[in-house]
C-alpha cells in the first residue's frame, strides 16, 4: 500500500517485518507510521519515506542510502552510527533528535527543523536556513561554506534578484555567528 499500512503490519517484529519488506524490493513507505520502534543494521536504498512519522524511533548503525525522507518527523528519535548519503531531508523535522557519530553526506538539507545540536535551523525573514557541518541551505539552494562566503552579487541576482542580494548583505554576519561558523 501507499501508506506502507499492509507492509508494515502482521506478526513477529517491526524489525523483521520491515527487513523483509525491503528484501522483496519495496520501496514506497510514504507516510508510514512507525513511532517508538527500533531499528539495528538496516540498510534503507532508494526507500521513499516521505511524510513518514519516526518519532521516538532508535536506529542503530542504519544506512539511508538515495531516499526520499521530505517531510520525516523524527522527533524524539535517536540515531546513532547511522549514515544519510545522497539522501533528501527537505523538511524532515529532527525537533529533540540524538544524533550520535551519525553523518549527512551529499543530501539535501533545504527546510529542514534541526535538532539544535548537529543540525541547526532558523527562519530568516523569507528563508529557512539550515546548517549541518559544512553545508548551508537557504531557501532552495544549498552550498558549501566556502561557497556562500564567496558568493558573488550576480549569482545572488540570478538566484532570487535584487532581493536575494540586500538579504544576504543584511544577514549575512548573523546566520555565521549564529551558527558559530567560522
Not at 513507505?29 to 513511532?35: A, E, H, Q, T, Y
Request: glycine fraction near 10%; charge should be negative.
Amino acid at each position: 500500500g501507499r501508506t506502507g499500512e499492509s507492509i508494515i503490519t502482521g506478526q513477529g517484529s517491526i524489525q523483521a517485518t520491515l527487513k523483509t519488506a525491503l528484501a522483496g524490493k519495496h520501496r514506497d513507505f510514504r507516510g508510514v507510521i512507525l513511532s517508538d520502534d527500533s531499528f539495528r543494521c538496516i540498510e534503507f536504498n532508494g526507500v521513499d519515506l516521505s511524510g513518514g512519522f519516526l518519532d521516538g524511533c532508535k536506529f542503530v548503525d542504519c544506512i539511508f542510502k538515495n531516499c526520499e525522507l521530505d517531510g520525516v518527523s523524527f522527533v524524539n528519535s535517536y540515531l546513532t552510527g547511522s549514515k544519510f548519503i545522497s539522501s533528501s531531508l527537505k523538511g524532515a523535522n529532527f525537533t529533540n533528535a540524538r544524533l550520535i557519530d551519525t553523518l549527512i553526506v551529499d543530501s539535501k538539507i533545504n527546510g529542514l527543523i534541526g535538532n539544535a545540536i548537529e543540525l541547526k535551523s532558523m527562519q530568516v525573514e523569507t528563508y529557512q536556513v539550515a546548517y549541518y557541518d559544512n553545508i548551508l541551505a537557504i531557501g532552495c539552494e544549498q552550498k558549501t561554506i566556502e561557497e556562500w562566503k564567496n558568493i558573488t552579487r550576480e549569482e545572488l541576482i540570478k538566484l532570487d534578484g535584487f532581493y536575494a542580494v540586500s538579504w544576504w548583505k543584511k544577514w549575512e554576519d548573523v546566520i555565521f555567528k549564529s551558527f558559530d561558523i567560522k
